[in-house]
């Protein structure tokens, strides 16, 4: 969602963005306790609404972008890492480039489940 800009009657036009891709697990560990998950990754963006103030009558801009994605994933700790790394290609009325993404989440389990005998 975006916002007036601080001290204009600028706001820029509301954008959809949909991200996907496909990838294959690989046990590190025989017992699937360290994953590496590896795959190819895009994504797509358009602006949907119109921009307004003195940006009213700029075109509606849409870029995007494919490349790679790898993860970490540690089930037995609930923690997962990742990075990805997009090539952008296809934009209109927006500059094009390069992302770089990395982050990571750790899952509260609440209530922890019983150990298995």
Known sequence: MHSNKNGTNVTPGQAFTDE???GQVLPLKKNFSQL???GAVRYD???VTA???ALKNAPFYSVNGAGVQ???ILPPKNINIFFK?????NAYST???RTVVFG????????KPKPQP
């Open 70 to 72: 790898a993860n970490y």
């Open 85 to 89: 790394y997009y090539w952008e290609f």
């Open 45 to 47: 963006q358009w602006q």
């Open 95 to 97: 500059s094009l480039g």
């Open 36 to 38: 590496l998950q590896l």
């Open 20 to 22: 996907w891709g496909f």
């Open 104 to 111: 990571g989440s750790w899952t509260l389990r609440d209530p």
């Open 51 to 53: 921009n307004t103030g």
